[in-house]
């Protein structure tokens, strides 16, 4: 299985003869990746607040709306933080990571970020005590 970790320049190679998908209306990722990408035909969230309205000019809709495109039309750039949940759902629809699909490459330092925050590992220590006796 290819990753879904690519490099701007492995995204702009995928996405160039396609449409651009942005999956997940964030605050935060949606405008940066829109300053590297040309204009994307939607933004996907599950969120049915964000449904029928527009976000930095662009149409929000919902996953349904995602299945009924032409596969390969499209290219997917995963723009929400909860990536994980994203990926397993466009697999589960028979996207394929890195063909069809990534995340941000504005994402990957968040990523190995939480995943030190999230690392548990028990330390174990030994400390040794010298005495040093003058006579």
């Not at 996953?63 to 499209?74: A, F, S, T």
């Not at 990536?83 to 394929?96: Q, S």
Request: hydrophobic share 40%; proline share 4%.
């Amino acid at each position: 299985m290819e990753s879904y970790w690519k490099t701007w320049e492995e995204l702009a190679l995928l996405s160039s003869h396609k449409k651009i998908v942005l999956y997940g209306r964030s605050e935060d990722w949606v405008p940066k990746i829109m300053r590297k990408i040309k204009l994307p035909v939607c933004i996907i969230d599950k969120n049915t607040i964000y449904e029928d309205t527009k976000y930095k000019g662009v149409d929000v809709v919902g996953p349904e709306d995602l299945l009924k495109m032409v596969r390969d039309d499209i290219y997917i750039i995963i723009t929400s933080g909860v990536y994980e949940g994203i990926v397993k759902f466009l697999m589960d629809n028979g996207y394929m990571p890195g063909e069809d699909f990534c995340c941000s490459p504005e994402m990957k330092d968040y990523s190995l970020l939480e995943e030190i925050r999230n690392y548990e590992q028990e330390i174990m220590y030994l400390v040794q005590t010298i005495m040093i006796v003058i006579i």
